[in-house]
């Protein structure tokens, strides 16, 4: 890596909040306080687009920028939106953020994708070869496949069919809240979740992610999947940090 990519601005956009920070991506460290503004309502393709500018603006980065989006991200397109505004179907995300943003270079990805890089390169998954497959816990469930820390972008495997019900319909954790199940029973969906996947695919590692990992004591061990599971480690900055090193790379899914 050269001095301009050695360091990376990545922006994660979620339901309530669109993060940012500047990242040294030789450690996986954040170079300043994460910034928060609250994700605009609703949070159509534009009204985002201002918001990310002014995070960036506001903190006076001129380097590559990496965002998130909870979406499929091909060619810089967002082409689904399951937990988001139906208006980012179809927009090219990179032209967007691209333009607000005086034509400079962004890279954009999926969400979990970029989660699950940071959490291979500098998280739960560092130092481990093979297959690691993270999974985000949250509104949804995100996903994202790794080889030898190589991105396979936009699994999706949170709209898995289990029984005529959608993964992330039975076992995201803002299920566990709305239907205010105990950790015993969110983790036996949870469970059902892991052992559909392993029939179909044989990963070396689980990483289990989202806001909800904060509390895996209370619900990793009751798992009875093939494969270890382990917490993520980067907690609420893997986004940020996945985002950046995406920008870094140039890579958009
Ligand atoms: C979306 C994914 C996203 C995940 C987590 C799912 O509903 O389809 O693209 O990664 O939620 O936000």
Do not use: Y
């Amino acid at each position: 890596m050269n001095e301009r990519t050695r360091r990376a601005f990545g922006v994660d956009i979620g339901g309530s909040g669109v993060k940012g920070a500047p990242v040294d991506l030789t450690t996986g460290e954040l170079l300043a306080d994460v910034v928060t503004i609250p994700t605009p309502k609703p949070a159509t393709p534009d009204a985002v687009a201002a918001t990310v500018a002014q995070l960036v603006n506001d903190a006076g980065w001129d380097g590559p920028v990496g965002v998130t989006l909870p979406c499929v991200v091909a060619g810089g397109q967002a082409q689904s939106a399951a937990n988001v505004d139906p208006a980012w179907i179809g927009t090219d995300a990179r032209k967007l953020f691209s333009s607000v943003l005086d034509g400079r270079d962004v890279s954009v990805l999926n969400d979990a994708d970029a989660a699950g890089l940071a959490e291979a390169h500098f998280g739960a998954g560092k130092g481990t070869s093979g297959f690691v497959l993270m999974l985000t816990f949250g509104t949804g469930i995100g996903s994202a496949l790794l080889h030898n820390g190589a991105l396979l972008p936009n699994s999706e495997l949170g709209h898995l069919e289990i029984d005529g019900r959608e993964a992330e319909h039975r076992a995201a954790a803002s299920v566990k809240t709305r239907e205010q199940l105990s950790f015993e029973d969110w983790a036996a969906e949870v469970d059902l979740v892991l052992k559909r996947i392993e029939a179909l695919l044989w990963p070396d590692l689980f990483i289990a992610g989202g806001g909800i990992s904060a509390e895996h004591e209370k619900w990793i061990p009751l798992l009875t999947a093939r494969s270890p599971v382990v917490p993520a480690q980067l907690r609420n900055t893997a986004g940020i940090v996945g985002a950046a090193m995406a920008a870094a790379t140039g890579v958009t899914p």
